[in-house]
């Protein structure tokens, strides 16, 4: 195998007189293509690359079309979602199959109208990315701090013109070398490294747009987002254990006791079929033992509606209102009949018609309370996961980009810093899986997503 070498400069960023020259080896193949790297390299590089790829492309379409074939998932905020993942689609078909070959080749074979639109895509694309992830956690922000008012100010409208603001941001910031803010050479060549420019200006002005400005704002949102979350947690569970405190001092009891519950069964057997036509001393005893029964009865009424009201409006029970309902039970239930003997057979399941009435009101109103009480515990973990998911998302972004960005900024203004060009290639694409690790983190840590995705995909759960 035969091995030729030029002289190029090693380093992508770096300037003439700070870095030396290099010898370049170049690799033969047997399609006639001289490479940079051996074809073994070659072919490692371009099978994981592609993959990377590939898979950039499959999880932000599915994104995508989960969005707006989920109903779920078919809500005003999830716009920012599809924003985000055409952004990341837009890197992995505009700006890394260009990126595998130039690591391959280890020159511009393109042409500079290519490279000028690669590099501007490169910048816009990934711009657009970072900005999109800054918009969803203001987003979030907005939500969790102000959810009444932004619940009103969240129009598709204003979505819309939010995110078209992050594209044209975007555009802003990735245009200024297309109008003459650039170090590229007058006429281009393959041997000319096709690369971002250095000038110290741009350089400071795309970096703190792209990149350090909306890690600040997302820094800052971020812990506004979780100080909300704990504070909002405490005074849930707060006002939880002072609610528990306040049903006990009151004697206000969740539960229903059984006793009640056979008293209120033994009285109605027993009573069920009495003997009217027995002598007055049995009459007599039989009329005191109903009023004992009765009076028994009435304090058990009591007590349940009082537990009942204690379940809606704790701690304040409302008495005045079984008082009456029980005064009004007594003056019914002591109407004789025409024997002058009460009728005890139609008051008493009268009685006993109002307790099962009463005992099913407490039971909605209990299961009222329970429901109330879950839908917070709901809408509070549903805070919690959109809280962990933002900021995994965060840190996940922080770990691929900040790498590549404290490189794009310090080799400008560092001369003798000469990184080697496997070294800045991996940076970059450390940057660029970002755009792969975003769907992933979403069907991880979302139960809607995962549910679409299997639905997109044909998978039964």
């Known amino acids: 195998m035969t091995i030729t070498t030029v002289m190029m400069n090693s380093s992508v960023n770096s300037t003439d007189e700070g870095c030396p020259k290099s010898v370049q080896v170049w690799y033969p193949t047997v399609f006639g293509v001289d490479l940079a790297v051996p074809q073994w390299e070659a072919l490692a590089t371009a099978l994981v690359l592609s993959l990377i790829i590939l898979l950039t492309i499959i999880g932000n379409i599915l994104v995508i079309l989960s969005v707006f074939t989920y109903k779920p998932l078919r809500i005003v905020q999830n716009f920012f979602i599809v924003s985000l993942a055409v952004a990341d689609l837009t890197v992995a078909v505009l700006v890394l199959p260009f990126n595998v070959a130039y690591s391959i080749l280890g020159r511009w074979e393109f042409g500079i109208h290519v490279c000028k639109m690669w590099l501007t895509c490169d910048v816009m694309c990934c711009t657009s990315s970072i900005l999109n992830l800054c918009a969803i956690a203001l987003d979030r ?128 057997n027993h009573n069920e079929h009495p003997n009217v036509s027995d002598n007055t001393s049995n009459a007599k005893s039989l009329e005191k033992r109903r009023k004992r029964e009765k009076r028994k009865l009435q304090k058990q009424e009591k007590e349940k509606t009082k537990k009942t009201d204690c379940l809606l409006e704790a701690p304040a029970c409302r008495e005045d209102s079984v008082t009456e309902n029980n005064q009004e039970a007594s003056s019914e239930s002591a109407k004789p009949n025409g024997d002058g003997v009460a009728n005890t057979t139609d008051n008493d399941k009268e009685r006993s018609r109002k307790v099962d009435t009463k005992k099913q009101s407490m039971r909605r109103a209990g299961g009222m309370y329970q429901f109330i009480e879950e839908k917070q515990k709901i809408s509070l973990s549903k805070e919690r996961r959109a809280a962990r998911t933002l900021g995994i998302i965060m840190g996940v972004f922080v770990v691929c980009w900040l790498p590549f960005f404290i490189m794009y900024v310090t080799l400008p203004f560092c001369p003798s810093c000469c990184p080697s060009d496997k070294f800045i290639q991996f940076i970059t694409w450390l940057g660029y899986i970002n755009s792969a690790l975003n769907p992933i983190i979403y069907t991880i840590f979302n139960l809607d997503y995962r549910r679409a995705f299997k639905k997109l995909l044909g998978i039964k759960t």
């Open 141 to 268: 922000y907005w939500a969790i701090t102000d959810p009444i008012n932004y619940a009103q100010k969240r129009t598709v409208e204003r979505v819309l013109l939010l995110i078209a603001g992050v594209w044209v941001l975007s555009l802003i910031i990735s245009s200024p070398p297309l109008i003459g803010w650039n170090d590229w050479p007058e006429e281009f060549s393959s041997e000319y490294p096709c690369q971002l420019t250095s000038q110290r200006g741009y350089v400071i002005y795309s970096s703190l747009g792209s990149f350090f400005i909306p890690l600040i704002i997302m820094t800052i949102v971020y812990i506004e987002i979780y100080i909300a979350t704990r504070r909002r947690l405490r005074e849930r569970a707060r006002a939880s254990k002072i609610n528990a405190m306040a049903l006990r001092s009151t004697g206000c009891n969740t539960t229903q006791p059984q006793p009640d519950q056979e008293s209120v069964s033994s009285e109605t």
